[in-house]
């Protein structure tokens, strides 16, 4: 009989996606369930995935200024978690941060049960924080992290598990509607689009010396607008949301946020980034991820405040051997399969725990 795993997660694309990564790899050995907020983009996206999907309540905790309401739900939310687990009996609780997956790691703390802590951010969330020292295996993906968490007994790097889906650039080009022969830059903001980066990067586009092909996710809500502001500039293609499989392989350079899903597709693509991180992400999480990348030599930093200087920047990145050097150095932060080898620890310590 196939046993069963839990994991807690939920809130943004970026807890979610690398937990159904996984899940899909494991799914062949074991049997999964997830644990989120009944209201959050998880209650959609995991059943959408095939997988069965326990809705409980949540809440962000502010605590300068706490809210009854918001306790009320975390403690309710809690009990409800407490109460699945106890039914469902699984070997183990797989946690990926956020807010959202609070319920599950605690109940699973408080019964007794294995859990496990992904963490793809150099700086790492709260939820890790609190949990990170009573964590079976906390899996990491920028070292930079361990530096906040001086008390955890088990930890290992793996990449951030994506999709792995690679694309001949001809003819993810070719399906994109984009140049075979120039350097293409694709812009992206996160599936909402920026507003910021949909202002500020046509701009920076206008004063390049160089010739370059951009191709401009600008989110749906902001593609007539972005079409509209960018109709004169010629090799500007805009597009309201762009399958990421196809833009990641067409591309040579991009200019994005710094959310871990996103900067560790680019890397995975061997894509160098511009990096703008969004300024007002909790605990400027984005601002240390950027830096991590910058100093691993695959990507460059420009904060908002400093993105007069994005034209130049840009600018210098596109020298052919500055491109290449970076190319190379973003593809080993995010090496093949990573799923395969999340999924190799957790079966090493489900077995730990059978033969101790």
Same mark, same amino acid.
């Given at each position: ?5 839990? *994991? ?25 369930? *997830? ?17 069965? *999907? ?12 706490? !809210? ?16 699945? /687990? #106890? ?35 150099? &700086? ?47 003819? =993810? ?7 075979? #022969?120039?350097?293409?830059? &694709?812009?992206?903001?996160?599936? #909402?689009?920026?507003? *910021?980066?949909? !202002? ?38 805009? #597009? ?11 591309? !040579? ?69 500055? /491109?290449?050097?970076?190319?190379? !150095? =973003? ?26």
């Amino acid at each position: 009989m196939k046993k069963l795993i839990v *994991f807690a997660t939920g809130g943004t694309g970026g807890h979610i996606f690398p937990a159904i990564a996984i899940a899909k790899e494991a799914s062949e050995d074991f049997k999964i369930a *997830f644990i989120g907020s009944k209201n959050g983009m998880e209650a959609k996206i995991i059943p959408e995935a095939g997988f069965k *999907f326990y809705g409980v309540k949540t809440g962000k905790l502010n605590r300068s200024r706490p !809210n009854p309401f918001v306790l009320i739900n975390i403690f309710l939310g809690l009990l409800k978690a407490i109460r699945i /687990l #106890q039914r469902l009996k699984p070997s183990i609780v797989i946690g990926f941060g956020g807010f959202a997956s609070f319920p599950g790691i605690l109940a699973a703390k408080l019964l007794g049960i294995p859990f496990i802590l992904q963490e793809g951010n150099a &700086f790492p969330g709260k939820v890790t924080r609190w949990f990170a020292k009573s964590s079976e295996l906390l899996a990491y993906g920028y070292k930079e992290a361990l530096e906040f968490l001086p008390k955890v007994k088990n930890s290992l790097q793996i990449a951030y598990p994506i999709r792995e889906q690679i694309i001949d650039r001809l003819e =993810a080009r070719h399906r994109l509607d984009l140049p075979e #022969q120039d350097l293409v830059a &694709f812009v992206m903001g996160g599936s #909402q689009g920026s507003v *910021f980066l949909n !202002n500020e990067v046509p701009k920076a586009f206008e004063q390049l010396g160089s010739s370059i092909s951009v191709l401009h996710s600008s989110g749906s809500k902001w593609q007539n607008d972005m079409i509209e502001k960018t109709v004169l500039l010629k090799n500007y293609q805009v #597009q309201g949301f762009v399958d990421a499989s196809l833009a990641w392989s067409a591309a !040579n350079i991009a200019i994005c946020r710094a959310g871990v899903g996103t900067l560790s597709e680019a890397a995975f693509y061997g894509v160098p980034c511009i990096m703008i991180p969004l300024a007002s992400s909790a605990e400027n999480h984005q601002l240390h991820n950027a830096r991590a990348v910058e100093k691993a030599g695959a990507g460059w930093v420009v904060e908002q405040k400093e993105i007069a200087n994005l034209s130049q920047i840009w600018q210098n990145a596109l020298n052919p051997d500055v /491109l290449q050097e970076a190319s190379q !150095n =973003a593809k080993k932060l995010s090496p093949a399969g990573s799923a395969k080898e999340f999924l190799k620890a957790i079966k090493n310590l489900i077995n730990e725990k059978d033969n101790s």
